[in-house]
């Protein structure tokens, strides 16, 4: 999205994932470290009152992540993310990763843009809602950290 210029109400570019899998939450397990059985285990998670396994809360908002660096582009900067977990996501579910421009700055060349940002399940669940701020329209120098120095 280099020189996109948004606008408020303007939504971002939506990401659908394909269906989480059994195996997918076994490797993020092992990225992330988090072994609780709840993830993993179809048993424990049914003991454990939660009807069977449920993916990472972090692993769904990794998705609206992607979404949103897909959107910024190589030349934005990610500033500020931030979710709160409300829905559980099993595996088979297919999550769809949207946002809503809620607020634009002109700074620079470019822009700080304010999102509201969320990942939903194929049924409507709210798994996770949130905020994001990026900024656009970075140089080159800018961008890649070679520039801007002066002595």
Same mark, same amino acid.
């Given at each position: 999205?280099?020189?996109?210029?948004? +606008?408020?109400?303007?939504?971002?570019? $939506?990401?659908?994932?394909?269906?989480?899998? *059994?195996?997918?939450?076994?490797?993020?397990?092992?990225?992330?470290?988090?072994?609780?059985?709840?993830?993993?285990?179809?048993?424990?998670?049914?003991?454990?009152?939660?009807?069977?396994?449920?993916?990472?809360?972090?692993?769904?908002?990794?998705?609206?992540?992607?979404?949103?660096?897909?959107?910024?582009? $190589? +030349?934005?900067?990610?500033?500020?993310? %931030?979710?709160?977990?409300? %829905?559980?996501?099993?595996?088979?579910?297919?999550?769809?990763? +949207?946002?809503?421009?809620?607020?634009?700055?002109?700074?620079?060349?470019? *822009?700080?843009?304010?999102?509201?940002? $969320?990942?939903?399940?194929?049924?409507?669940?709210?798994?996770?809602?949130?905020?994001?701020?990026?900024?656009? %329209?970075?140089?080159?120098?800018?961008?890649?950290? *070679? %520039?801007? $120095?002066?002595?």
């Amino acid at each position: 999205m280099n020189g996109k210029r948004w +606008r408020v109400g303007e939504a971002l570019p $939506e990401l659908v994932k394909p269906p989480v899998t *059994q195996i997918q939450l076994v490797q993020y397990s092992g990225a992330s470290g988090d072994f609780n059985p709840i993830h993993t285990v179809e048993a424990f998670a049914k003991a454990a009152g939660l009807g069977g396994v449920i993916a990472h809360g972090m692993l769904t908002m990794a998705f609206v992540g992607q979404m949103l660096t897909d959107a910024i582009g $190589e +030349r934005g900067q990610l500033l500020e993310f %931030g979710v709160r977990f409300r %829905g559980m996501v099993r595996p088979g579910d297919v999550i769809t990763c +949207r946002g809503t421009v809620t607020e634009v700055s002109d700074v620079d060349a470019g *822009q700080v843009v304010t999102a509201s940002v $969320e990942a939903v399940t194929q049924d409507g669940t709210v798994a996770v809602r949130g905020d994001a701020t990026f900024r656009t %329209g970075l140089g080159r120098a800018e961008a890649t950290g *070679q %520039g801007g $120095e002066r002595g």
